[in-house]
């Protein structure tokens, strides 16, 4: 991907973009697409696996004579209903009532469609499914989306594979002083009781403002849990802001011995997996959502934008998680974030029992289904590509 002013290299991933880049990102994106085809002339892979943005990658490789498989990264609930609304022209007939958008929410979501359109006479959300050689890859399981699955199957008429979980581990890429980080963590989660506390992480891709700093913080303040916090702050700003700086003013003192706040990286599967943790607070990224589940561990949902509401609802109706209240504006506050906490964590309500046994018996059913829909993927894979060298 060419540099450029607005751009530079260490912004050449969604993961430390800021969101108003995006627009941005896809455009330089795009502009690779001549490198990417003299890769693809002297590689002469037998495969090419493409997500959301690489509709350009897949049409290169088509003309090429190598197939393509398109990869979903954000489940399937999201996906089926986007697929609906755009060959349906409304989400009110979606047959699944619990998933759906408020209003503002659907407009955050238009705005991302049009700003990632290849071209104003192509429909960039369907071309994806349409060049996706024989199937469409999804990062998800059966026993989670499995009717979501199907129907986004029944749209598109092609047969969806789910991937697994593929819960990695990146352990192997960490340096020391992340490594003694780490330890450092584990070693305070250690010293508190069993799922007593909450982790509140919003993924690699999403920034605090200081507006949601200042409401997380009461939440936490207000309730009764534990807490690990993890905050990050965009490439270049990480050694010149503080996190004292961030927060209000007192925060650290008020919570101290009860909480942990981190800045930039933490070893989230390994928190995840700690008998300690009793609740994630979560924007419902999908990754976030996954490892949760994965892990058993119940979710307190705060969706943010593009895909996420639609992930929260699922999570809800999967009866594996809550969703954080709004005020009468549409806002969150601190009151109903402290709220949703307690009733994840606070062992002493019905809701947190049912919970914690509904999360502990959807993580068994992913866990004894794993390396089987990971062989059936490279069943199909293998398949495809001896199919074109017929």
């Known amino acids: 991907m060419p540099s450029s002013p607005e751009l530079p290299p260490h912004l050449h991933t969604t993961k430390n973009l800021p969101s108003n880049l995006l627009p941005t990102f896809i455009n330089a994106f795009k502009s690779s697409i001549s ?26 490789a088509l003309s090429q004579g190598i197939p393509c498989v398109y990869f979903i990264v954000s489940g399937a609930t999201a996906s089926s209903f986007y697929r609906h609304l755009y060959t349906k022209g409304t989400a009110s007939t979606y047959p699944y009532p619990a998933i759906y958008m408020l209003d503002h929410e659907m407009n955050n979501v238009r705005e991302v469609i049009k700003s990632a359109s290849r071209d104003p006479d192509k429909d960039f959300a369907l071309e994806n499914y349409t060049m996706s050689s024989d199937i469409v890859l999804v990062k998800s399981c059966r026993e989670v989306e499995e009717k979501y699955i199907d129907y986004l199957g029944a749209l598109c008429k092609k047969r969806i594979v789910p991937t697994g979980p593929l819960i990695g581990r990146s352990d192997q890429d960490e340096d020391e002083d992340e490594e003694e980080e780490d330890s450092g963590i584990l070693k305070w989660l250690s010293g508190k009781s069993y799922s007593s506390t909450v982790y509140i992480s919003f993924g690699s891709e999403h920034f605090f403002t200081e507006s949601e ?68 607070l979560s924007h419902c990224g999908w990754n976030s959502v996954t490892e949760s589940m994965y892990f058993g561990v119940p979710i307190i949902a705060m969706p943010m934008k593009y895909e996420q509401p639609l992930t929260a609802r699922m999570v809800v109706e999967a009866g594996v998680g809550v969703e954080v209240g709004r005020d009468e504006n549409g806002n969150y506050v601190g009151e109903e974030i402290a709220k949703a906490i307690n009733k994840v964590v606070i062992t002493e309500t019905t809701v947190c029992e049912g919970l914690r046994n509904t999360s502990k018996k959807l993580s068994d059913k992913i866990k004894e289904k794993e390396e089987e829909e990971v062989n059936q993927v490279a069943e199909q894979l293998l398949r495809l590509c001896m199919k074109n060298k017929q």
């Not at 002469?44 to 290169?60: G, S």
Request: charged share 20%; glycine share 8%; net charge positive.
């Open 213 to 280: 700093i200042e409401k997380i913080a009461k939440g936490l303040q207000l309730c009764n849990a534990n807490f690990i916090w993890v905050i990050r702050f965009p490439l270049g700003e990480q050694n010149i802001i503080s996190l004292e700086d961030k927060l209000p003013r007192g925060f650290l003192d008020i919570t101290k011995g009860r909480g942990m706040v981190v800045s930039g990286w933490a070893p989230q599967a390994r928190i995840l997996a700690h008998s300690s943790i009793g609740g994630f």
């Open 35 to 60: 490198s990417f085809s003299e890769i693809l002339e002297t590689l002469k892979p037998d495969l090419l696996i493409y997500d959301l943005f690489q509709p350009w990658a897949a049409k290169l």
